[in-house]
């Protein structure tokens, strides 16, 4: 969220985001010793809040997704992470997924949303992600569109 230019696309799976005013249920094990390593300003929220103007302006395509009964609890930050992203008004995608944990089937499953998240954004920029018709269709929309206002 520094520097979004410097990305093509961004997609977190179950990201150990750590809610701010996280509690004992976010900080077991390893994650305390995350929040206490990291800095308050070092966080990816304050890192969102303080670049969002850039990070709207980009269009940097950025997908979440996380199981609501992940065993780290990364859904309560990734939620959060979600809402911040909502009320900034940037596009992303969010999926919660419902019954998923960390590990088992979803462990399965996300890495191949995340990899044909990254995959459209790479074909979307590349310019191969529609046909000459899609194109000539959308140009007509959007003349169409421009003409309602």
Do not use: C, K
Not at 29 to 39: H, I, K, P, T, Y
Not at 77 to 86: K, S
Not at 101 to 116: C, K, M, Q, S
Request: charged share 25%.
């Amino acid at each position: 969220m520094a520097a979004p230019e410097r990305w093509q696309a961004i997609a977190a799976i179950a990201p150990a985001v750590l809610p701010e005013n996280a509690g004992p249920r976010n900080t077991f094990g390893v994650l305390a010793q995350l929040q206490e390593a990291m800095a308050e300003d070092d966080s990816v929220l304050h890192r969102l809040r303080t670049n969002a103007n850039a990070v709207r302006a980009s269009g940097l395509p950025i997908f979440l997704r996380v199981g609501d009964r992940d065993m780290f609890r990364m859904h309560d930050g990734t939620e959060q992470l979600h809402r911040a992203l909502w009320d900034a008004d940037i596009g992303h995608e969010y999926h919660l997924v419902h019954g998923a944990d960390h590990v088992g089937p979803e462990a399965l499953a996300a890495p191949r949303a995340a990899f044909a998240f990254v995959g459209a954004a790479q074909r979307r920029a590349a310019g191969t992600d529609r046909s000459d018709a899609d194109r000539a269709s959308e140009v007509e929309w959007r003349a169409w569109a421009e003409s309602r206002h």
